[in-house]
Nanobody, 119 residues
Framework: QVQLVESGGGLVQAGGSLRLSCAAS????????MGWFRQAPGKEREFVAV????????VYADSVKGRFTISRDNAKNTVYLQMNSLKPEDTAVYYC????????????WGQGTQVTVSS
């Protein structure tokens, strides 16, 4: 019912910036939350940020507060993750997730986009 496609990953030097995009289709965005998770090799998938689709309310993981910003464009059905001041420990595959609301992990995932931060 929901299709998510991530893009925007790549290789960047420490201290640099990237903007990830997640295009959503196949559903209404009413009463939905869209979030970003990431997973590095050999590590657990971890929460990064989430936004309420209709209200714009946001929640961030402590590890990215002040550096990452999640936003959405309702007309384009797209959620963004602006990543600034990137660190090598930010290196991971970043996944988009659609959920009924903030506070739960949804069942809809994108295929992921690789972010590599070099030092």
């Amino acid at each position: 019912q929901v299709q998510l496609v991530e893009s925007g990953g790549g290789l960047v030097q420490a201290g640099g910036s990237l903007r990830l995009s997640c295009a959503a289709s196949g559903r209404t965005f009413s009463s939905y939350a869209m979030g970003w998770f990431r997973q590095a090799p050999g590590k657990e998938r971890e929460f990064v940020a989430v936004i309420n689709w209709s209200s714009g309310s946001t929640v961030y993981a402590d590890s990215v507060k002040g550096r990452f910003t999640i936003s959405r464009d309702n007309a384009k059905n797209t959620v963004y993750l602006q990543m600034n001041s990137l660190k090598p420990e930010d290196t991971a595959v970043y996944y988009c997730n659609a959920a009924p609301r903030i506070g739960v992990v949804g069942d809809y995932w994108g295929q992921g986009t690789q972010v590599t931060v070099s030092s």
